[in-house]
């Protein structure tokens, strides 16, 4: 049976649907009710085996004797009977063609026979009885004396009427004779033939024993009694599965042992590579933070154990940043430096695809683009120079002996004010804001700059319009600085 045409028990209904495990003793419970059930079907088996074998002749075979067409009454009732088994019933559709439906009829026409049984002894008695005051024979003898009372002449008229009746009353004599040997008096008369439709040996009350305690059993399992066969079925598959189910339970939970020992050996593994990239982590960031203008601060990561396990799986951070409020953007540029590709794979552990959970940083990770907004405010001199070089390093694949580098040429968007920044930038793009005397509004103007007119901008950003041609000949050498770094292996 399939899960969704199964009937099991209201009791059992419960923990199954809840997927709750069967323990040793509902497993004997099972067996308790399968064994009774088991029992049940025997006991209808051979009732139906015992009717058949006494209606023989009736399903003899001939026309239409499978699907029981052109039968009416009892024989169709056994040919049904017949066609209709227990375990047929347990995939049945139809109560209409079910085994219990026709135990009911089968019933009905017991009862019915009884009845048309009881109706022929009572026209026999009516007809020919001679101790029944009101049958026909008893008013033929009544009738009789009374002719005789008539008259006793041996002679005349009278005698010679009287006779001519006497005659006329045997041949109804005859007929009565005939007409009560039709109903009881002989192997084909009506009596008889009743009795041989009748059941030998199997009586209404047996009938009825066996449909209550059908009844009894449906209730008992709190199911419709139509529906007790499924039931038998859907127990005894129950039960074979978790039969079969316990006979693996030890292999399986010492599988399971063993997997939890890999598990918990794998977090240890896990919690001790963590404890090692934090620690070193820390130091390298702590080291690139004052180059960056932020003298004396020290960059720290603590790990804590949070709830977890098999019970409680950790999926993913709760929360992600730094707490320094102004230099957030430099401190993440220290990581980056530290731990290239750290920036991507917290975007990525926030995505709400489930497929995007952390993952390590690798030569397969995509690009990622990374705006910072005047990540050089209130930097200047050797910070400034190394901010910026660090930024540019963020946009090229870098190599660490054997192993590359988590870089992966992502796309760097900084918007600066810094000439240094502006110097080692692959392109450089001027936003500019202008006056429109008829309008409230400030146009805004973008334009890249490249060649000469990039050197002046780069002058202007300097020097403002201080010494221009100074200011020229400084950016000329932080374009020749930024190229000459460009084209330096990374390490």
């Given at each position: 049976?399939?899960l969704?045409?199964r009937?099991?028990?209201s009791s ?6 809840n ?8 497993v ?6 399968v064994d009774?059930?088991d029992?049940f079907?025997t006991r209808l088996?051979?009732?139906q085996?015992s009717v058949?074998?006494?209606?023989d002749?009736?399903?003899s ?6 699907n029981?067409s052109g039968?009416?009454?009892i024989a ?6 017949r066609?209709?088994?227990?375990e047929g019933m347990?995939?049945?559709?139809s109560?209409?063609?079910s ?5 009911l009829d089968?019933r009905e026409?017991m ?6 049984l009881?109706s022929?002894?009572s026209a026999?008695e009516s007809?020919?009885?001679l101790t ?8 033929l003898?009544n009738t009789?004396?009374l002719l ?5 002449d ?7 009427t009287i006779e001519?009746?006497h005659e ?5 004599e005859?007929?009565?004779?005939d007409?009560a ?6 192997s084909d008369s009506l009596?008889?033939t009743?009795e041989?439709?009748?059941f030998v040996?199997?009586?209404i ?8 305690d059908?009844n009894?059993?449906a209730?008992?399992?709190?199911i419709?009694?139509y529906s007790l066969?499924n039931?038998h ?6 039960l074979?599965?978790?039969v ?8 399986a ?7 939890r020992?890999?598990?918990?050996y794998?977090?240890?593994e896990l919690?001790?590579a963590?404890?090692d990239?934090?620690?070193?982590l ?12 932020l003298?004396?601060?020290?960059f720290?990561v603590?790990l ?8 409680n ?5 709760e929360?992600?940043?730094v707490d ?19 920036i ?7 995505s ?8 390590q ?14 990540i050089?405010?209130?930097v ?13 390093d ?5 190599q660490?002996?054997n192993?590359?580098?988590?870089g992966?040429g992502?796309?760097?968007?900084a918007?600066?004010?810094s000439?240094s ?5 692959d392109?450089h793009i001027v ?8 309008s409230?509004?400030l ?5 890249v ?10 002058a ?8 221009s ?5 400084f ?13 330096m292996?990374t390490s």
């Amino acid at each position: 049976l399939d899960l969704e045409s199964r009937v099991l028990p209201s009791s059992l209904q419960a923990s199954v649907g809840n997927n709750a495990d069967i323990d040793e003793e509902q497993v004997k419970l099972l067996e308790h009710w399968v064994d009774e059930l088991d029992s049940f079907e025997t006991r209808l088996t051979r009732f139906q085996e015992s009717v058949l074998a006494q209606y023989d002749e009736l399903l003899s075979d001939g026309p239409n004797t499978r699907n029981g067409s052109g039968k009416t009454g009892i024989a169709k009732i056994l040919q049904k009977l017949r066609n209709t088994t227990w375990e047929g019933m347990q995939r049945i559709e139809s109560e209409d063609d079910s085994l219990l439906t026709n135990l009911l009829d089968f019933r009905e026409e017991m009862k019915v026979m009884e009845t048309q049984l009881v109706s022929a002894h009572s026209a026999y008695e009516s007809l020919a009885s001679l101790t029944a005051p009101h049958s026909a024979l008893v008013a033929l003898e009544n009738t009789r004396k009374l002719l005789y009372g008539i008259s006793s002449d041996d002679g005349g008229p009278l005698f010679e009427t009287i006779e001519k009746t006497h005659e006329l009353l045997n041949g109804v004599e005859a007929s009565l004779n005939d007409c009560a040997r039709s109903i009881d008096g002989g192997s084909d008369s009506l009596i008889s033939t009743l009795e041989n439709m009748a059941f030998v040996g199997i009586s209404i009350e047996e009938v009825d024993g066996i449909i209550a305690d059908w009844n009894a059993l449906a209730r008992k399992h709190g199911i419709s009694a139509y529906s007790l066969p499924n039931c038998h079925m859907s127990i005894r598959e129950e039960l074979d599965g978790n039969v079969e189910a316990l006979k693996f339970l030890p292999e399986a939970e010492e599988d399971q042992r063993i997997a939890r020992e890999d598990y918990s050996y794998a977090c240890q593994e896990l919690a001790d590579a963590r404890m090692d990239v934090s620690s070193e982590l820390s130091k390298s960031v702590s080291t690139i933070l004052p180059s960056l203008g932020l003298e004396g601060s020290i960059f720290q990561v603590q790990l804590s154990v949070r709830p977890g396990g098999l019970e409680n799986p950790y999926y993913g951070p709760e929360s992600t940043g730094v707490d320094i409020a102004d230099e957030k953007s430099r401190v993440l540029l220290a990581i980056e430096t530290a731990l290239p590709g750290s920036i991507g794979s917290t975007c990525n552990s926030f995505s709400n695809s489930a497929e995007s959970m952390p993952i390590q940083s690798d030569s397969n990770t995509p690009p990622i683009s990374i705006i910072y907004d005047e990540i050089d405010a209130h930097v200047g001199g050797r910070a400034a120079v190394t901010m910026a070089k660090l930024l540019a390093d963020q946009s090229r694949t870098n190599q660490s002996g054997n192993i590359e580098r988590p870089g992966n040429g992502g796309q760097i968007i900084a918007i600066t004010h810094s000439a240094s920044l502006a110097a080692i930038a692959d392109r450089h793009i001027v936003v500019e804001r202008g006056l429109n005397s008829g309008s409230t509004s400030l146009p805004i103007r973008t334009y890249v700059v490249d060649g000469s007119s990039r050197r002046k901008e780069i002058a202007r950003m300097a020097s403002g319009d201080l010494a221009s041609g100074e200011a020229e000949t400084f950016a000329d050498a932080l374009i020749r600085d930024a190229l000459l770094r460009k084209e330096m292996p990374t390490s």
